[in-house]
């Protein structure tokens, strides 16, 4: 394990307001499958229809039995930890008043006690009812599909293929970015919008790392380290 290169520790040292905007390769440590590498769940899927339509309003509206079985089958770990990363990232959080945008909804990076932290995509476990509303334990969901005092249709709040991601978090998130002097993307490809777009919103002046086994391509200056991102936190200081 290689100790953390002076200058990018000082990068970190140094920055008034960092924002991570990070992906599925952050939950991997946890046990968590991420989604396009060659262990990922839609690389490895052998259903008969591709895995983003299980993760579709098509199949929610249409087949709510597939989709819920889908779901409940491939997406929940609700006995995952958080590893080094969250870990980490969470206490730049508390101490530096740092940002995390995520695109995971796995729910890890609350289990690590995160602060200003937006869920691009939504949390799996935040679950509620379609038809009366209400919010439901997810305990409950994954007991069944159907609200018990009403009788409505469950479902995660996830922003599913087909649907409008949340105002909110883009507002919040594009102000993050545009706030930001250090910009620290870990663990995903960076290839699904509208979130690799956030990276539109820097200001010039903002630095921008990229902590990924897979080497990014940008068209602007930026820092690539291409190792694994549990090492990488492991010996960064906050």
Sequence with gaps: ???????????????????????????????????????????????????????????????????????????????????????????FTQRRGATVVTQNIDSLYRKAGTKNLIEFHGNLYNVYCQKCRKKVDYHEYLKSMYHRNCGGVLRPDIVLYGEGLNPSAISMSVSAVSNA??????????????????????????????????????????TMIKENAVDFFDQLSV
């Design 1 to 91: 394990m290689t100790a953390i290169d002076p200058k990018i520790q000082s990068e970190f040292d140094n920055a008034k307001h960092i924002v991570f905007l990070t992906g599925a390769g952050v939950s991997t440590a946890s046990g968590i499958p991420d989604y396009r590498s060659k262990n990922g769940l839609y690389t490895n899927d052998k259903s008969d229809k591709p895995a983003e339509y299980y993760l579709s309003t098509d199949c929610l509206n249409n087949e709510p039995k597939v989709f819920y079985q889908y779901e409940k089958s491939n997406m929940y770990y609700p006995d995952a930890k958080p590893n080094v990363i969250h870990e980490k990232q969470a206490a």
């Design 181 to 222: 002097d250090l910009i620290v993307i870990v663990g995903t490809s960076f290839r699904v919008y509208p979130f690799a777009g956030l990276i539109d919103y820097r200001t010039q002046n903002a630095k921008v790392l990229a902590i990924n086994e897979e080497k990014l391509d940008f068209a602007f200056p930026f």
